[in-house]
């Protein structure tokens, strides 16, 4: 079983790669930087910019022609956009452009280069990490809550477009996850507790968390759903 995780270098990402070897697949990780990535036995790690549509057919061709198939695609790799994308006025349209270049037509162009080698399957799941920010808006995260929208409406398009072929399309929505993308902010202890305290099982998650809840969509289990938005928030979204 082949899946291919974008953003597999860091975070949520990794912690994906680690969960999913347990499963005993076999990694292709694309990532903008994969010095630091070890896919593990027979698996792969290409550099691939996922807003570059040439780079991410380069990328997949390349993947299908070493491992053969794709049964898994983890359409992971995202950005929150620079410090000044915060409200809807003060956002650089580059900020804008950039974070929905990422966050949407990345999942787009690696779900789009990899469907029709699930197809010619006549299998695959694409599950993509959406986020809370896709259910609820994030205060002052305009283009990053807009993104995720997207992403979430893109993973379930997916899933109408290819019910019946038996390619399932699912998103997760994490909550708030101690990463790099967020690290800055648990840093510092006032923001920290902030978060925490809209958290009602009381502590942010850790990539594990998350991994593990991609890692059961992975496994097949729960195979008569598509479509799904799988929260994984510790009760943020709740109320
Ligand atoms: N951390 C959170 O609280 C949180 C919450 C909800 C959703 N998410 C989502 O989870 C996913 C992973 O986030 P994370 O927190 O692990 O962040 P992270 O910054 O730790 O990791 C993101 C990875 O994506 C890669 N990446 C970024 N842009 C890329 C591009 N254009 N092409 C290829 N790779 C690229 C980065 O190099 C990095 O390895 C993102 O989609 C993010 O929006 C994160």
């Known amino acids: 079983m082949i899946a291919v995780v974008t953003g597999g270098a860091s975070g949520i990402g990794k912690a994906t790669c680690t969960a999913l070897r347990a499963e005993g697949f076999t990694l292709a990780v694309l990532d903008l930087d994969v010095s630091a ?3 593990g ?3 792969s790690a ?3 910019d996922v807003s570059d549509a040439g780079a991410v057919e380069a990328a997949f061709a390349a993947i299908v022609a070493e491992h053969g198939r794709i049964d898994v695609l983890v359409n992971n790799a995202g950005i929150t956009g ?4 915060t409200v809807c006025h003060e956002t650089p349209v580059e900020d804008f452009d950039r974070v929905l270049a990422v ?3 990345g999942p787009f162009l690696c779900s789009r280069a990899a469907l029709p080698t699930m197809l010619a399957q006549g299998a695959g799941h694409v599950v993509t990490v959406a986020s809370a920010a896709g259910l ?3 205060p002052g995260r305009h283009a ?3 993104s995720k929208g997207g992403a979430l409406m893109l993973a379930r398009s ?3 477009d290819y019910a019946g072929t038996g390619v399932r399309s699912n998103a997760v929505c994490p909550g708030f996850v101690r990463t790099p993308m967020t690290q800055w902010r648990l840093d510092v202890p006032e923001l920290a507790a902030a978060v925490e305290a809209n958290i009602p099982v009381g502590r942010v998650a850790e990539p594990e968390d998350v991994a593990d809840a991609i890692a059961v969509l992975a496994s097949g289990r729960m195979g008569y759903m598509t479509g799904h938005a799988l929260v994984v928030d510790g009760g943020w979204t709740v109320r």
């Open 103 to 105: 966050n949407v037509r």
């Open 41 to 43: 036995d027979g698996g």
């Open 46 to 48: 290409r550099v691939a």
């Open 144 to 146: 990053y809550t807009a």
């Open 136 to 138: 609820v808006a994030f």
């Open 37 to 39: 990535v070890d896919p």
């Open 158 to 160: 997916i899933a109408l």
């Open 82 to 85: 620079g410090p000044a994308a």
